[in-house]
T-cell receptor
Framework: GQSLEQPSEVTAVEGAIVQINCTYQ??????LSWYQQHDGGAPTFLSYNALDGLEETGRFSSFLSRSDSYGYLLLQELQMKDSASYFCAVRDAYSNYQLIWGAGTKLIIKP | DTAVSQTPKYLVTQMGNDKSIKCEQN?????MYWYKQDSKKFLKIMFSYNNKELIINETVPNRFSPKSPDKAHLNLHINSLELGDSAVYFCASSQEWQNQETQYFGPGTRLLVL
């Protein structure tokens, strides 16, 4: 079967760096996506990794290690507006390539 | 300029009623989805459509019936609403079936069944 694990909640301080981990188990891994969702809002796409390594987009970076079935989202210079839930999602070839979603990580930022 | 829009934004109704939620995307995408997000924020895929054809129909009660009149629209009709249907329903789209990693979500429809 398929499963994704990510912490339910992470707390960090404004201006700091935080890493949100995601481990997955799928039969036909294709790639790992990250989405951000503010309370009351809709999920918005952040990044996608199909190959091993680090992808950087401004203050956010996403990392993938296919051999470890593991990825993370790195947020730098945290701002209060980064308080949100972050979802990892895996494309699974054995599920007709549809996205399999993690349960989400609530990021709490303290001043 | 809204990429993916849904109506209504809020829906409060009585148990047993029938209701519809409409979704439109102006991105020219081929693939559209319906998701249900419960109070614990878990995102559950309900239906996936590609070029107006139903591709994925997850374990969803047959009280839920999607309809795609054209590639830009995917509506969701719910019969005999139950308390457990209370949730936020999101419509989303992706450019193609092969680009599911990048989905664009509508603002959501908050359904409350009393």
């Amino acid at each position: 079967g398929q499963s994704l694990e990510q912490p339910s909640e992470v707390t960090a301080v404004e201006g700091a760096i935080v890493q949100i981990n995601c481990t997955y188990q799928t039969s036909g891994f294709y790639g790992l996506s990250w989405y951000q969702q503010h309370d009351g809002g809709a999920p918005t796409f952040l990044s996608y990794n199909a190959l091993d390594g680090l992808e950087e987009t401004g203050r956010f970076s996403s990392f993938l290690s296919r051999s470890d079935s593991y990825g993370y989202l790195l947020l730098q210079e945290l701002q209060m507006k980064d308080s949100a839930s972050y979802f990892c999602a895996v494309r699974d070839a054995y599920s007709n390539y549809q996205l399999i979603w993690g349960a989400g990580t609530k990021l709490i930022i303290k001043p | 300029d809204t990429a993916v829009s849904q109506t209504p934004k809020y829906l409060v109704t009585q148990m047993g009623n029938d209701k519809s939620i409409k979704c439109e995307q102006n991105l020219g995408h081929d693939t559209m989805y319906w998701y249900k997000q419960d109070s614990k924020k878990f995102l559950k895929i309900m239906f996936s459509y590609n070029n107006k054809e139903l591709i994925i129909n997850e374990t969803v009660p047959n009280r839920f019936s999607p309809k795609s009149p054209d590639k830009a629209h995917l509506n969701l009709h719910i019969n005999s609403l139950e308390l457990g249907d209370s949730a936020v329903y999101f419509c989303a789209s992706s450019q193609e079936w092969q680009n599911q990693e990048t989905q664009y979500f509508g603002p959501g429809t908050r359904l409350l069944v009393l």
